[in-house]
Antibody, heavy 121, light 107 residues
Framework: QVQLQESGPGLVKPSATLSLTCSVSYFSITNGFYWTWLRQSPGKGLEWIGSLYYNGYTQNNPSLQSRITLSVDTSKNQFSLNLNSVTAADTAVYYC??????????????WGRGTLVTVSA | DIQMTQYPSSLSASVGDRVTITCRASQSIDGYLHWYQQKPGKAPNLLIWAASNLEGGVPSRFSGGGSGTDFTLTINSLQPEDFATYYCQHSYNIPPTFGQGTKVEIK
C-alpha cells in the first residue's frame, strides 16, 4: 500500500518561500504515475497545485505558475514543493498525492495525511 | 478553468436512506469525473473514477453515473460511516478542479 507523508514548517512568514517535502513509501516514484501537490483552505476549497513525473516533467496550476517550483529526488523517493512570495491566502492544509490518469488528466488515488501551513508574521 | 458545482451543498439523511449528490460542470468533460469522500481531519479518499468506476475497496453501495456536464453520486442504504463531505473533480484538462463539496449529515 502506497504511503505518502508531508513534512516541512508549519509557519511561514509573508513574502517568504514555503517548502514542503513528500516522502513516498512502499512504492518507487520511478514506477510511473504523477506525483502531486494539492491544498485545501476554507476559502478556496480543494485546489490542485501541480504534478510532476520522476523524469522532471511538471505541470502546474496556471494561477500559481509563476510562484511554484516542483522537484523530485529519486534517490530518496521524495518530491518537493517550493511556493514563493507567500501571503495569508496561501494558508492551507497541503497534501501530496499520487495521480492516475496520465498527463493532463489527473485524479488522485493515494494521499498523505496533510500538513497545515500558516502564513503569518 | 472549468467550474464544478455540486448540489446540494449539504443534506440531512438517516441510516438506510438512499442519497444522491449532483455535480455539474461548466462545459462538457466527457466522462472525466471523479468522486471523493472526506472525513474531518482526514485526506480525501477516492471513491469513483471516470464517472462510474468503483475504486478498489469501496463498498458497492456507492455508484456513479453521468457524462458530459451532469453527474451523480448515489449512496444506497446510507451507513453511519458514510456521514462525510463528498467532492467531485474533473480531469478533462489543466487545471483539474473540484466542486465545493456536499456535506452529508445525520438527520
Amino acid at each position: 500500500q502506497v504511503q505518502l507523508q508531508e513534512s516541512g514548517p508549519g509557519l511561514v512568514k509573508p513574502s517568504a518561500t514555503l517548502s514542503l517535502t513528500c516522502s513516498v513509501s512502499y512504492f518507487s516514484i520511478t514506477n510511473g504515475f504523477y506525483w502531486t501537490w494539492l491544498r485545501q483552505s476554507p476559502g478556496k476549497g480543494l485546489e490542485w497545485i501541480g504534478s510532476l513525473y520522476y523524469n522532471g516533467y511538471t505541470q502546474n496550476n496556471p494561477s500559481l505558475q509563476s510562484r511554484i517550483t516542483l522537484s523530485v529526488d529519486t534517490s530518496k523517493n521524495q518530491f518537493s514543493l517550493n511556493l514563493n512570495s507567500v501571503t495569508a491566502a496561501d494558508t492551507a492544509v497541503y497534501y501530496c498525492a499520487r495521480a492516475r490518469g496520465g498527463a493532463s488528466s489527473y485524479y488522485f488515488d493515494f494521499w498523505g495525511r496533510g500538513t497545515l501551513v500558516t502564513v503569518s508574521a | 478553468d472549468i467550474q464544478m458545482t455540486q448540489y446540494p451543498s449539504s443534506l440531512s439523511a438517516s441510516v438506510g436512506d438512499r442519497v444522491t449528490i449532483t455535480c455539474r460542470a461548466s462545459q462538457s468533460i466527457d466522462g472525466y469525473l471523479h468522486w471523493y469522500q472526506q472525513k474531518p481531519g482526514k485526506a480525501p479518499n477516492l471513491l469513483i473514477w471516470a464517472a462510474s468506476n468503483l475504486e478498489g475497496g469501496v463498498p458497492s453501495r456507492f455508484s456513479g453515473g453521468g457524462s458530459g456536464t451532469d453527474f451523480t453520486l448515489t449512496i444506497n442504504s446510507l451507513q453511519p460511516e458514510d456521514f462525510a463531505t463528498y467532492y467531485c473533480q474533473h480531469s478533462y484538462n489543466i487545471p483539474p478542479t473540484f466542486g465545493q463539496g456536499t456535506k452529508v449529515e445525520i438527520k
